[in-house]
């Protein structure tokens, strides 16, 4: 069964400073890996994905991640905060389903970013 | 940009009654799926939906839960006797298919509220 684990419910970082947010992740096969952003009252938007290829990947908003498959890990950064940064921010696995078989997606439990003026 | 979307963004019901969850997908998209967030909690799998049958079901999908596709355009949770416990915010997703708009995202809508008194 695949499973996802956030390191940490809240993270507050000063604004100009690098964000690290952890994640780390259980799956049998390889995996698709996803991180989503949710600002407040909204619903999720897809920062960037990692599916094949390269390991370090770039999403939205200045975001990149690294798959570390050694490590099981798939963390975010960012090197400069920006207040607009501050939101819910969820890692996520899916399996490399043939078709639409289990594809569904799991989802961390997400980690609240905080940026520090 | 074509996006997912919800209605209604907030339904209140009484425990016992009937409730349906509307989503448009985004249109050339193939797979269908409801995920929820019961408050302060993190973002679970219900349901997955493709030519017209469920693909896989989580086991909170039970039956007092149905989806249905009933026109080309929308696509419903129902539920049929709602419970206290059922209060979540609850996300439709879509997904184009894998050839030749190769792709492996989930687009996410904004969500409804559902608040069950």
């Known amino acids: 069964a695949q499973s996802v684990t956030q390191l940490g419910s809240h993270v507050s970082v000063s604004e100009g400073a690098l964000v690290l947010l952890r994640c780390n992740y259980s799956s049998s096969v390889p995996p698709y890996l996803f991180w989503y952003v949710q600002y407040p009252n909204q619903g999720l938007q897809l920062l960037l994905k990692?599916?094949?290829?390269?390991?370090l990947v770039k999403g939205i908003n200045g975001f990149e991640a690294e798959f570390k498959k050694s490590e099981t890990s798939f963390h975010l950064t960012k090197p400069s905060a920006h207040m607009s940064d501050a939101a819910e921010y969820f890692c996520a696995v899916s399996d490399r389903g043939s078709m639409n078989r289990d594809d569904k997606i799991i989802f961390g439990k997400g980690t609240r970013l905080h940026i520090l003026p | 940009e074509p996006e997912v979307t919800q209605t209604p963004s907030h339904q209140v019901t009484q425990m016992g009654q009937e409730v349906i969850l509307r989503c448009v997908p985004i249109s050339n998209h193939l797979y269908f799926y409801w995920y929820r967030q019961i408050l302060g909690q993190k973002v679970e799998f219900l349901v997955s939906f493709y030519n017209n049958e469920i693909s896989e079901k989580s086991e909170i999908f039970d039956d007092q839960f149905s989806v249905e596709r009933p026109d080309g355009s929308n696509f419903t949770l129902k539920i049929r006797s709602t419970k206290l416990e059922d209060s979540a915010m609850y996300f439709c997703?879509?997904?184009?298919?894998?050839?030749?708009?190769?792709?492996?995202?989930?687009?996410f809508g904004p969500g409804t509220r559902l608040t069950v008194l």
């Open positions: 997703a879509s997904r184009a298919p894998e050839l030749p708009l190769s792709t492996d995202t989930q687009y």
């Open positions: 990692y599916t094949t290829g390269a390991t």
